[in-house]
């Protein structure tokens, strides 16, 4: 069985950074593609980032290209995403959930190929 347990949310001030991890079980992270997704309230869920399973190439949303950065750790089975110059609009919901091998589906918008997942952890910007 699949697990994912987020972690790292929380309130930050504008220009804020945070670390988000994303642990899993049941699989090996370079073994699947591992994207992260956000959701604000009344706002369609939003593709930010995906990590390729076989190289760790990744892949990211062009609002967040500059600002995070998404890596993990095989030997932890951990996938984390680092938040620098957070805004307000970066308020949402954050979850990482598991694809095919590759970015393919992440990159043409497939993104229901990435159907197990965690609950997410939240993240507030605000001052």
């Known amino acids: 069985q699949w697990h994912f347990v987020e972690s790292g949310g929380g309130l930050v001030q504008p220009g804020g950074s945070l670390k988000l991890s994303c642990t899993t079980s049941?699989?090996?992270?370079?073994?699947?593609?591992i994207a992260w997704f956000r959701q604000a309230p009344g706002k369609e869920r939003e593709a930010i980032s995906c990590?390729?399973?076989?190289?760790?190439?990744?892949l990211y949303e062009n609002s967040v290209r500059l600002r995070f950065t998404a890596s993990r750790d095989v030997a932890k089975n951990t996938v984390y995403l680092q938040m620098n110059s957070l805004t307000p609009e970066d308020t949402a919901v954050y979850y990482c959930?598991?694809?095919?091998?590759?970015?393919?589906?992440?990159?043409?918008?497939?993104?229901?190929?990435?159907?197990?997942r965690g609950q997410g952890t939240q993240v507030m910007v605000s001052s």
């Open positions: 990590i390729s399973s076989n190289d760790g190439n990744t």
């Open positions: 049941g699989f090996t992270v370079d073994s699947y593609a």
């Open positions: 959930a598991a694809g095919g091998p590759y970015c393919s589906d992440w990159l043409i918008g497939r993104y229901n190929a990435f159907d197990r």
